[in-house]
Each structure stands twice: as structure tokens, then as C-alpha cells.
């Protein structure tokens, strides 16, 4: 649909049928890009800071290696067997070590995230667009970066707990009776707010890369459509518009996705071996950490996984919930009818 129908359609559309048209979205999006997210997370999280003059095992996400430090850092780590080489590489580790059901671990929370997540992302979108729009007028240009910015500051806030439990059974083959375990040990000893750990990173991630995206996708939609001559966009027009948005946005992005993943693998790595966390791990902390050991490629870590992850669900997410919302706009133009 064009931009100056846009609004008409969101108040034709309740925010009920909005829900439901992001379900569908949601749990496809979910179980097809899963296996790339975990090949991402395993990339990320093998890099990790670990503090010297400590002596422990260090999981590479596959299998578990002694690595020795001396104090002051005159000794180097021991090379870890088994690091993953590429994205190809990482695919054929896990699938070789764990079975190709690994690949999917951690689908249960994502669905459990992904649904609730998106059900408020794009309907809190929509409806704050409408508002702005009625109350701003037709600007293109800042209401999709204003909509975009609050809302996904609002549904990170709220999904940033299952976020952290996701990441770490996809960075980390462990049961679930080691995740409760854990879960309850951080929340007695550092209360609730601990499983907000990595909710800054994320918010620097998610927050700009929906702005970008919202305003990318905009443009791109209604240049796709005065090129193809419509005045509503197709299903294909919204896919190739996601997509592209999507992507730019990811690239973009991709640095505070490496740093949310290392903060969040860390609470275990440290955890698990009984190694007191360093103090002052912020994210410009990690950052400089990561340049200093990898190089500014580390800041890029898992690009291609990621990038392949991104463009077909930014594609699926937007182009099944415009359909959605073009359905229920159908049934609702009907029942006015009768």
C-alpha cells in the first residue's frame, strides 16, 4: 500500500489482528534461522576476554581445553585446539561433535521470546506511527526512526531475561537442570536485575538497527513501488524491501551484537569455573578487548551467519505480517460490508 493510505489501514486493522498477523512471522522466522543464530553465538562466544593468572578450562562450545596464564602475561595461552575457522567450519564441528539436532538448540526459549518479542515490536510500531501520523502529519522521514527507537527499546526491555537464557544454552551444550541451577544461584546472589545482563549492548544493537531498518525499509517499499508502478506493495516488494533494510542495518549493527554475546557467555565461562567476574566490563571495555586481541575484525565476528540470518528474517517477518494485516483488512472491509 502507499504511504498516504498507510494510516487509514492501521486504524481498518485492530491491534489484536495485528498480534496475530506477527505470530505466524515469528515461529517461521524462529525455526528456519536458529541454526545460523547458534553457528553465530558459538563464533562469537570463542573469543571471549579471559583474566590472566588464573588456570581453567575453557569451552570453545564443543569440548572443553586447559589453558595456563602465568601472572603479568609472560606466558601466552596455550593454542585451543578446535576453534572454528569459518562459518562452514562451525556448521560441520557442531553438526560432527553434537548431531545436527545442536543446531536448534535453544529453540524452546527462542519461540517462547520471539513471539511476545515481535507481538509487541510490530504492533507497538504500528500503532505509534498512526499517532504520529495524526498528530505530526505524513513525514516519512521521522516517524519510522521515532516509532521504530521506542518500540524496540520497550520490547527489548521486556525480553531481555529470555534473551540472556537463549543465548546461553545456543553458546553451550548444558541440560536444563544446569540452567535452573544457575538461573536461581545468580538471582539469590545478585537478585532479579542480573538477568538483565547485557541489556545495554543489546539496546545499542537492537535500538539503531531498528531505526535504520524502519527508515530503509520505508524508502525502499515506496521506491519498489513507483518503479513497478503500484500503488500498494506487493508480497515480493515487502520481502525484497526487509531483506535489503535488514541487512544494511545488520552490518551496521554487528560490534554491539559481538559485545551483548560475550557479556552474556561470560556470566557462565565465569560461573562454571569459579572465577570471580572482572569488575568494570563495560561495553566500551569489551570492545577495546576484542580489538586488542582479534584485531577490528573481531568487532565483526559471525558477519556472514549473521547476515544470512538477517535478510531472510527481516524478509519473512515484515512480508508475513503485511500479509497478515492485509487479510484481516479484507475480513474487516467485508463485515462493514454486511
Known amino acids: 500500500m502507499d504511504p498516504e493510505t498507510r494510516g487509514q489501514e492501521i486504524i481498518k486493522v485492530t491491534p489484536l489482528q495485528q498480534m496475530l498477523a506477527s505470530c505466524t512471522g515469528a515461529i517461521l522466522t524462529s525455526l528456519i534461522v536458529t541454526p545460523l543464530d547458534v553457528v553465530k553465538i558459538r563464533l562469537q562466544a570463542q573469543n571471549n576476554p579471559l583474566p590472566k593468572g588464573k588456570c581453567f578450562v575453557y569451552s570453545n ?10 601472572e603479568g602475561g609472560n606466558k601466552l595461552w596455550y593454542k585451543k585446539p578446535g576453534n572454528f ?4 567450519d562451525a556448521f560441520l564441528k557442531i553438526i560432527r561433535n553434537e548431531g545436527i539436532k545442536s543446531l536448534w538448540s535453544g529453540l524452546p526459549p ?3 521470546m520471539a513471539v511476545p518479542a515481535t507481538v509487541i515490536y510490530f504492533t507497538c510500531y504500528d500503532q505509534l506511527s498512526a499517532l504520529l501520523r495524526s498528530k505530526l502529519g505524513e513525514n516519512e522521514t521521522y516517524i519510522p526512526i521515532v516509532a521504530g527507537i521506542v518500540a524496540r527499546f520497550g520490547a527489548v526491555t521486556v525480553i531481555s531475561p529470555l534473551e540472556l537464557i537463549r543465548t546461553k544454552m545456543q553458546s553451550k551444550k548444558f541440560s536444563y537442570m544446569e540452567l535452573h541451577r544457575f538461573v536461581s544461584k545468580k538471582v539469590s546472589e545478585d537478585g532479579w536485575i542480573s538477568l538483565w545482563r547485557g541489556w545495554a549492548p543489546t539496546v545499542l544493537r537492537d535500538v539503531p538497527f531498528s531505526a535504520m531498518y524502519w527508515y530503509n ?3 525502499l517499499k515506496k521506491w519498489l513501488c513507483e518503479k ?18 535488514g541487512s544494511f542495518a545488520a552490518v551496521a549493527t554487528l560490534p554491539f551484537d559481538v559485545v551483548k554475546t560475550q557479556k552474556q557467555t561470560q556470566l557462565w565461562t565465569y560461573e562454571s569455573h569459579k572465577i570471580s567476574m572482572p569488575l568494570h566490563m563495560s561495553t566500551w571495555v569489551i570492545m577495546k578487548n576484542i580489538v586488542a586481541k582479534n584485531g577490528f575484525s573481531g568487532l565483526f565476528s559471525g558477519l556472514i551467519p549473521r547476515l544470512i540470518k538477517i535478510a531472510p528474517a527481516c524478509a519473512i517477518m515484515i512480508s508475513t505480517y503485511e500479509f497478515g494485516k492485509a487479510f484481516f483488512q479484507k475480513q474487516n472491509v467485508r463485515r462493514q460490508q454486511y
Not at 562450545?61 to 602465568?70: A, P, R, T, Y
Not at 575457522?85 to 562452514?88: D, V
Not at 513497478?228 to 533494510?245: D, K, Q, V
Open 61 to 70: 562450545g564443543l569440548m572443553d581445553h586447559l589453558c595456563v596464564c602465568e
Open 85 to 88: 575457522q569459518g562459518t562452514l
Open 110 to 112: 527462542t519461540l517462547v
Open 217 to 219: 525499509y520505508e524508502i
Open 228 to 245: 513497478s508502478g503500484l500503488y500498494e506493495p506487493s508480497f515480493m516488494i515487502n520481502f525484497t524491501s526487509g531483506a535489503l533494510s
